[in-house]
């Protein structure tokens, strides 16, 4: 956040105790800027944009189907949706002897099966809530980070013409659930960023920042408990939910120790250890964790759940952990149980699928997913042969430029030490460096889902960066006199700033009109179909 100098609050000058003496007559405070103060403006930004992504997602949300079921991993999750709504809200899985994913994904398509019952649009209706919340979240969140509603937009735009996130929106799958609750929590720890700085400001402006050595208590944080309780959600959705956990837990604390920093609490460090550590385990570690057991409630609850009695059956009464109520320790075999069959899935054990995908292609969307296709009996297209499929390709020209806008963020991280690109990095980096731990697994582009938010969230800080803000009027440009009129002025250099960003959204735009027959199942033809494949690895 920029520096600026204050005045010294007048009760610190009467003599209350101070920090070390300094060099400048008065030391250096973050300015007072807690957050956007456009409030009708950022929320009509907000709402119309929002209204497009839901227009994009519900048009036609019930096609395709296979004759009226399921298409895809839709076949594992719409009935075990339906389990949970018809069956005491627990689900099963003959077809593999036992569930292998949390409960929370398949409760949320429970819900829109509960209001339109089972059909396309019962299984797909809370993905597509869930999709057009995240273009909601990701305009909120920017817009706070860099106290532009424009800058907003732009990351809201990115996200709705974002090839991935719309057809996984439009799918009964479980990547949509996690993606939102993951974006949902990070926008909560930003709020709680402004609110703590406000916070902090306060008792600095009372003259009581120096009453202690370590700085302030920050007092009840209940932006960062809900952020917690949609860690656990989200979690309870897929277990690589847990890695957000730690990054998230650490950038919050990272934020903490800047505030500290900031107001040049006399020890910051021991300050966020006495201060913030515990609340923040409690927060973002502990309720996570008993979220992610609670949502369970309906294997509990149930006397014929998968494992539910293994005690006794599967596992001894006694040993070590004899002390732990049976059910819980039913769970914890049940868990063991999924971790065995996910570690099985390996391309050395013989599991392979013609549209897996490693993570080093998720960058740039290398290797996308195809959903469903089918080239019998389709018409519509004009010709005698026509085909239709629903393809989950990163719309190129934003995923294409994945390296150079993960490089600019590096480097406005650590040179330009900004905080906005560093927080964006966390996300990015918490949902893609863990799958680099076993490439011997059998994985699938849909597992980038929750990068898709963060990609757009980078992207838009870009383009601010591009566009550029003018200097104070007054304010003389830097640099040589003799230099100064080989520089544009500034209106000028705005100008092309705005028309780059301009083209840019442009072009992104025209991608995802383009790409739009192969993202809904349009008939089209064969020739059309090959080219909309761009690359090989497409094919």
Request: hydrophobic fraction near 50%; proline fraction near 7%; charged fraction near 15%.
């Amino acid at each position: 956040m920029t520096q600026a100098t204050d005045a010294r609050p007048a009760t610190l000058e009467a003599g209350t105790a101070g920090p070390p003496p300094l060099s400048s007559p008065a030391p250096l405070r973050p300015s007072p800027d807690f957050g956007p103060t456009d409030w009708a403006r950022g929320w009509a930004v907000t709402l119309f944009l929002t209204l497009v992504a839901g227009l994009t997602r519900f048009i036609m949300l019930g096609y395709p189907t296979d004759a009226h079921t399921p298409v895809f991993d839709e076949k594992h999750y719409a009935p075990q949706g339906w389990q949970v709504l018809t069956g005491g809200g627990v689900e099963d899985n003959p077809g593999y002897g036992l569930v292998v994913h949390p409960p929370v994904g398949k409760q949320m398509i429970a819900l829109g099966e509960w209001i339109f019952g089972y059909s396309g649009w019962g299984w797909r209706f809370t993905a597509a809530v869930s999709g057009t919340l995240m273009v909601l979240l990701v305009i909120r969140i920017v817009r706070r980070m860099t106290r532009s509603t424009l800058i907003g937009a732009f990351a809201g735009i990115l996200l709705i013409c974002d090839g991935l996130t719309f057809v996984s929106s439009r799918l009964g799958m479980l990547d949509i659930f996690q993606a939102l609750f993951v974006l949902a929590a990070f926008g909560c720890l930003i709020v709680d960023r402004d609110e703590m700085r406000e916070r902090i400001a306060l008792v600095d402006v009372q003259g009581r920042l120096y009453d202690s050595e370590f700085g302030p208590r920050f007092g009840v944080r209940w932006w960062r408990f809900g952020a917690g309780v949609l860690l656990g959600l989200a979690c309870g959705t897929k277990w690589s939910g847990a890695y957000w956990v730690i990054g998230f837990a650490a950038m919050s604390l990272a934020f903490d120790l800047a505030a500290r920093r900031g107001y040049r609490v006399r020890r910051p460090w021991a300050g966020v250890a006495v201060r913030d550590l515990g609340p923040t385990v409690y927060s973002l570690v502990l309720i996570p964790f008993l979220v992610y057991m609670a949502s369970f409630w309906g294997w509990f609850a149930n006397e014929d759940s998968y494992d539910r009695y293994a005690v006794g059956v599967k596992v001894g009464h006694g040993g070590d952990f004899s002390w732990v109520p049976p059910a819980l320790r039913g769970l914890w075999y049940y868990g063991g149980e999924v971790l065995t069959f996910h570690e099985g899935l390996t391309n050395s054990a013989g599991n392979h699928h013609p549209w897996e995908s490693k993570p080093w292609t998720w960058f740039m969307g290398l290797r996308p997913m195809l959903y469903y296709y089918a080239d019998g009996n389709v018409t519509g297209c004009g010709q005698s042969q026509c085909v239709k499929a629903v393809m989950a390709i990163g719309t190129p020209a934003l995923w294409w430029l994945a390296f150079p806008v993960l490089g600019w963020a590096l480097w406005r991280s650590f040179v330009r030490r900004d905080w906005r690109y560093a927080a964006v990095l966390v996300g990015y980096v918490f949902g893609i460096a863990p799958w680099f731990l076993n490439l011997d697994r059998q994985m699938y582009f849909f597992y980038a889902v929750p990068l898709a938010p963060f990609l757009a969230m980078a992207m838009a800080l870009v383009l601010g960066d591009i566009l550029g803000h003018a200097p104070p009027s007054g304010r003389r440009l830097s640099g040589a006199p003799e230099m100064q009129n080989f520089l544009p002025p500034v209106s000028e250099r705005q100008g092309l700033g705005l028309l780059l960003v301009s083209i840019y959204l442009a072009l992104v735009i025209a991608n995802f009109i383009w790409l739009w027959p192969i993202l809904t199942a349009m008939p089209i033809t064969v020739g059309s179909w090959h080219d909309h494949l761009w690359l090989p690895s497409w094919r």
